[in-house]
């Protein structure tokens, strides 16, 4: 495969604020929340029943896709999907905008509650991965994607549509609506599906101008924040703090995905690692935008409690993968983290500690 050069890098890298540099961040309060790829799928009343017991348990985000939706009543994490909603981009370059729409209404409801939303405008592993193969991995395949200027084009085209998306319920251009959209991912998980290359010298050039068009279409002075959406996918990978997610000065927010073990086995691993983590992003804000207990394993009630207790001691935000809708259909997907929400987990204990504790950092406007 071709790669851009290691020159255009060493520029992009060098253009970086040293920690020196940066102002320090004053603290606010931390909090907490969820994702959800597949709400938008889902009856009006249903969503609505949702975000509002999300709310009333303290949660403050919830992390949307901009993806499809199978429709005809298919059980997807236990909820039924009624609409089916089509990927954003089936061809290149023309969008089906129904799918946006969708989206739109849910974040309608995701204001009415008074909570936020992180939106991931592309999954990466929809690029020949474990979600799938959409038209830009039937195109260019998982490595071409991050390299061909047609495929950076192509991709920077997707997000200007997104971001200038005038809400066919709400109104608002997604790109000024701060008061609900908290921030935008790059993607979710960029090179999660060729890890190896996370490490190459042209991530960081991908990452940088990716975020840096980004900014450009927001506005420098926008609040809206620009997340990385967990460098490689799970910090296990390696990824995470490469330079890709650390040194572009127009990524505001290096999002960690962690799915960690029992909290008796490694007592203080989340207090630990965001110790360690505010060392590595240049000042950049640092989050846990996925975690999740194996619910086969171990004792999701138990765990739930324990490995919040620990994030909220040390002043970490957090969103699980994932806090689920109650229960109206069974569905074996091999997927054993998420949790309905009327389980019997306790949710509210943790997310309004989150709510009364100080962060590390300041989520002031943010959050």
């Given amino acids: 495969m071709k790669f851009f050069g290691l020159a255009l890098a060493t520029f992009i890298l060098g253009s970086s604020a040293s920690p020196a540099q940066l102002d320090p961040r004053a603290v606010s309060k931390s909090w907490g929340g969820t994702s959800n790829y597949f709400i938008q799928g889902m009856a009006d009343d249903l969503q609505e029943k949702y975000i509002k017991a999300l709310a009333a348990t303290g949660a403050r985000v919830i992390r949307v896709w901009v993806n499809a939706q199978p429709g005809n009543n298919a059980c997807v994490k236990g909820s039924r999907s009624v609409t089916k909603l089509l990927d954003f981009e089936t061809t290149i370059g023309q969008y089906n905008w129904a799918t946006l729409d969708a989206l739109d209404k849910t974040l309608v409801l995701v204001e009415k509650y008074g909570m936020k939303a992180l939106v991931s405008p592309h999954d990466a592993n929809a690029l020949h991965g474990a979600n799938g193969n959409d038209i830009y991995g039937q195109t260019w395949g998982p490595g071409y994607f991050y390299e061909k200027q047609e495929a950076i084009d192509a991709f920077e085209a997707r997000l200007r549509a997104i971001f200038t998306y005038k809400g066919k319920y709400s109104g608002k251009v997604w790109k000024d609506w701060n008061s609900t959209i908290m921030a935008f991912d790059i993607e979710n998980e960029p090179f999660s599906s060729k890890t190896e290359e996370c490490k190459y010298s042209s991530a960081p050039t991908w990452v940088c101008g990716r975020s840096k068009t980004m900014r450009d279409i927001l ?129 509210s204990t943790p997310m309004n500690n989150a709510k009364a504790t100080n962060s590390k950092q300041d989520w002031s406007g943010i959050v």
């Fill in 219 to 347: 506005g420098a002075n926008n609040p809206i924040k620009i997340a990385t959406g967990g460098f490689g996918g799970d910090i296990s990978q390696g990824c995470t703090f490469e330079a890709g997610a650390t040194s572009c000065p127009s990524v505001d927010i290096v999002s960690v995905h962690r799915y960690a073990g029992p909290e008796s086995s490694n007592p203080s691993q989340w207090t630990n690692s965001y110790n360690s983590w505010l060392k590595q992003t240049n000042g950049k804000l640092v989050f846990v935008e996925e975690w999740g207990i194996n619910g086969t394993k171990y004792s999701q009630k138990d765990e739930f409690a324990s490995n919040t207790k620990d994030m909220n001691a040390g002043g970490l935000p957090f969103l699980y993968w994932q806090i689920l809708p109650e229960k109206v259909c069974d569905v074996s997907d091999g997927d054993p983290f998420g949790f309905f929400i009327n389980s019997g987990v306790d949710i």
